[in-house]
């Protein structure tokens, strides 16, 4: 192949090429066929050696241009005679003369590597590969991209138009989410975000099982997979109440989207009005105003003064269907907590008393437990001593620690997601990760509520060898921290029912005349100092950063316990 080079570079235009050559020449053809390129190659001396024939497609030059022996810069020259020039260059070449031009491509041969795009018409994308050899050859491969080219900008077309659908959502004043066929949840928008204090990390990829109990779901899913099957639009009516204890009745809507093979429920949720409050308002926002000639119709949309900021709404749970016939003991030395707390639980149909001390507790859980009386729940004041809590985990009831404004104010939302919750595979153990049936002699307590995040810790600390246990909220946190007494605790500061520094300040108190002080250490996502101001202030010994690594933790554990060895003994 080079001989043949050698001999295109000295002879004349005039030679007759020989028989080698010719099959040379065959050879490229075949090759720029298989490869849908066209090819030129040229000497140290800008002659051309080898045009393939795919060249014309590209541009409709004489065959003299392109004919071996024939000047690099005669075929350019051609090409700029034809009027195909990149479209995103005209201005520039119309202020160039023609010499000029040639001469800018000229050098843009010599270069070592050189690639460049040209748009030349409307729908048709060239590339220019240019690469200058050691020896002084050349080589251009031209290739046509604009199915590439077609490909990309549809994608970006694509992308522009699901990220204006998802603006649009986001926009949109009420809460929406969207199941795909198997009722995993597959798009939620702001709303529905601001409205459970969720995200949609929390939420995507999961089921109305994952979230709700098993009750809730079971509902939630019937009427779902109806509305697959059936085309049919739902309508449902739920109650929700907020955290400050404010209750809303809300209208669910549920659409079937899609193609046969390919269906979608999209469901919107809207607030019902409460009495008197903002019914008008309501009404107005209902009607539909049509012209008389039938071209518009206008419905009326409530603008807020410029001055208002809309606030996220405040966290919601779902209320079962029927709290009838559940059996709640509160244990509280407040008052006033216990009155409204008693009043709240007749309310919604709960078998509900009180005591005010843990040796009442203690003789009403024996009473009970004698009697074959099975509790559903207890509600601990965070005031009274550690010995309520021990009584829970005695007699295996399951239990929430609140303060006396929680009980107060909150208990019905507390209560509500707890059952929301704690009824998904029968127990409240299913929501912690555990490496070890064994519990005696925890090491390390983990409060984390991200799925992910629960198993980079989970990989770490059973590649370092540490029992452990992982708490998803606040609440787990405390009560896991009372019944193992962790040689060190990990506190997450977002966490749900009550955050990283409320957990550590129960626990804190808790401790209190009792002689010992457990390490508890934030996990901040950002170092912010207001975070580790707070931390120290909410009773942590230390933070450290996210992502957490084996480094991490170890010099942690090494530095909080000298005096304890934290490793497993072998």
């Not at 109806?226 to 549920?254: C, F, N, P, W, Y």
């Not at 029968?426 to 070890?436: C, H, K, L, N």
């Amino acid at each position: 192949m080079s001989a043949g080079f050698e001999k295109a570079d000295t002879s004349s235009a005039s030679d007759a090429l020989p028989p080698e050559a010719d099959l040379q020449t065959v050879l490229f053809d075949a090759a720029c066929d298989s490869l849908s390129a066209a090819f030129v190659i040229y000497d140290r001396n800008d002659l051309l050696i080898f045009a393939s024939r795919q060249v014309m497609e590209f541009f409709p030059v004489p065959e003299d241009a392109l004919r071996p022996g024939a000047r690099l810069r005669d075929f350019l020259g051609a090409v700029y005679d034809t009027g195909i020039r990149e479209q995103t260059l005209l201005r520039e070449a119309g202020s160039l003369s023609r010499e000029d031009w040639l001469s800018q491509r000229i050098a843009s041969h010599w270069r070592e590597r050189f690639e460049s795009v040209e748009r030349h018409g409307a729908d048709r994308w060239v590339r220019f590969l240019k690469r200058r050899l050691p020896n002084g050859y050349g080589v251009t491969i031209i290739s046509d991209i604009s199915e590439a080219r077609k490909r990309e900008e549809q994608w970006r077309y694509d992308l522009e138009r699901v990220q204006l659908t998802e603006d649009i959502l986001d926009h949109l004043p009420f809460p929406l989410f969207v199941k795909d066929r198997n009722l995993a949840y597959v798009a939620v928008n702001k709303a529905f975000c601001e409205k459970y204090q969720t995200t949609p990390d929390e939420v995507l990829g999961r089921k109305s099982g994952d979230l709700f109990s098993p009750d809730i779901a079971k509902r939630f899913e019937e009427s779902d997979r109806h509305v697959l099957e059936t085309g049919e639009m739902s309508v449902s009516r739920q109650r929700q109440i907020a955290r400050d204890g404010t209750e809303r009745d809300i209208v669910s809507r549920k659409h079937r989207i899609g193609k046969p093979g390919r269906y979608f429920l999209v469901s919107t949720t809207q607030d019902l009005p409460r009495d008197g409050d903002d019914l008008d308002e309501f009404n107005r926002a209902s009607e539909i105003t049509t012209s008389s000639n039938q071209t518009y119709r206008r419905a009326y949309v409530p603008v807020p003064n410029a001055s208002q900021r809309r606030e996220p709404a405040a966290m919601e749970a779902i209320v079962p269907e029927n709290f009838s016939g559940r059996k709640i003991l509160v244990v509280t030395a407040d008052l006033a907590a216990e009155t409204a707390a008693l009043r709240t639980l007749a309310k919604y149909g709960f078998e509900a008393c009180s005591v005010r001390g843990e040796d009442e507790e203690e003789r009403f859980l024996e009473i009970a437990s004698s009697s074959g009386i099975s509790l559903d729940l207890l509600i601990i004041d965070n005031q009274m001593g550690m010995r309520c809590l021990e009584l829970t985990e005695q007699y295996g009831i399951p239990a929430l620690v609140m303060d006396g404004f929680q009980i107060a104010n909150e208990l019905t939302f507390q209560i509500a997601r707890h059952f929301n919750r704690s009824g998904r595979g029968g127990t409240e153990g299913d929501w912690e990760i555990t490496t070890t049936e064994e519990t005696v002699g925890l090491q390390v307590l983990v409060a984390e509520d991200n799925d992910i995040n629960q198993i980079v810790f989970t990989q770490i600390l059973e590649g370092l060898g540490y029992r452990h246990r992982i708490a998803a909220t606040g609440e787990e946190v405390v009560r896991l921290w009372a019944e193992h007494r962790p040689q060190i605790v990990l506190m997450d500061i977002s966490l749900p029912v009550f955050n990283g520094f409320e957990a550590s300040r129960l626990i804190r108190q808790m401790e209190e005349g009792q002689g010992t002080r457990t390490p508890i250490i934030g996990v901040l996502t950002q170092a912010f100092e207001r975070d580790r101001a707070e931390c120290a202030k909410a009773g942590m010994d230390d933070v450290i950063m996210k992502p957490v690594s084996p480094d991490i933790l170890e010099t942690v554990f090494q530095k909080h316990l000298m005096d304890e060895p934290i490793k497993a003994q072998i």
